[in-house]
């Protein structure tokens, strides 16, 4: 059983440029989490998504900032316009329903912004 | 808002010592507390977790405790080795979701 699949793992933009981040969950999980990781700094949640359903966005800024996760296909995490600040790195994790507690990690998109 | 204290933000012990983390939580609903470990430049792995209706959790050098009453819980790693070396973080789910509150984590160093 593959874990959680993330691409790309390394993401370079220029400031302005838009960032499309992928999260495939393990197979058999429908509920996917993203969180963002500054330098040396703990993971911040950003948005929490079942198929075709975003469940809780209260983490994620409300501009330039965007996520699905559509019936078919992986979930995509979207950076519009990207700035310096945004650079970080982004993990997803996946569940297989919800009442099931535990998120496993996928290995994380590092995101630059030059 | 929800919260995750976590203590101390750095831990340097000697190999073969014993090395304590401690987290406190505020959302009294949370029921369900893991703790991840993170190598440079690598995913959280999660190491052991605990749920609201146990108070110790081990699983050979490591172990968990839980405090439900003060809102406390405490990742305990016996004979540290030098591979013990990471970032450990706890987290507890929050706003009734499921998203984690992670800790701000604990970089611990086991000298050789």
């Known amino acids: 059983n593959a874990g959680v699949m993330q691409n790309p793992r390394h993401l370079v933009r220029r400031r302005g440029q838009e960032a499309r981040l992928r999260c495939s969950p393990m197979?058999?999980?429908?509920?996917v989490y993203w969180y963002r990781q500054l330098p040396e700094e703990g993971l911040k949640f950003m948005v929490y998504?079942?198929?075709?359903?975003?469940?809780?966005e209260s983490g994620m800024p409300k501009e330039r900032f965007s996520a699905e996760f559509p019936k078919e296909g992986p979930s995509i995490l979207r950076i519009q316009q990207v700035v310096r600040g945004d650079s970080a790195a982004y993990f997803c994790?996946?569940?297989?329903?919800?009442?099931?507690?535990?998120?496993?990690f996928g290995p994380g998109t590092r995101l630059t912004v030059l | 808002g929800e919260n995750v204290e976590q203590h101390p933000s750095t831990l340097s012990v000697q190999e073969g010592d014993s090395a304590v983390i401690k987290c406190t939580y505020s959302?009294?609903?949370?029921?369900?507390f893991p703790w991840y470990k993170q190598e440079l430049g690598k995913r959280p792995q999660l190491i052991i977790d605990?749920?609201?209706?146990?108070g110790e959790k081990k699983d050979q050098r490591i172990a968990v405790t839980l405090n439900k009453t003060a809102k406390h819980f405490s990742l305990h790693i016996t004979e540290t080795q030098p591979e013990d070396s990471a970032v450990y973080f706890c987290a507890a789910p929050g706003g009734g979701t499921y998203k984690y509150i992670f800790g701000t984590g604990t970089r611990l160093k086991v000298l050789a």
């Open positions: 197979k058999g999980h429908s509920h």
């Open positions: 994790a996946s569940s297989p329903r919800q009442g099931s507690d535990t998120q496993y």
């Open positions: 998504l079942q198929k075709e359903n975003i469940i809780d």
């Open positions: 959302d009294s609903a949370s029921n369900y």
């Open positions: 605990i749920r609201s209706n146990v």
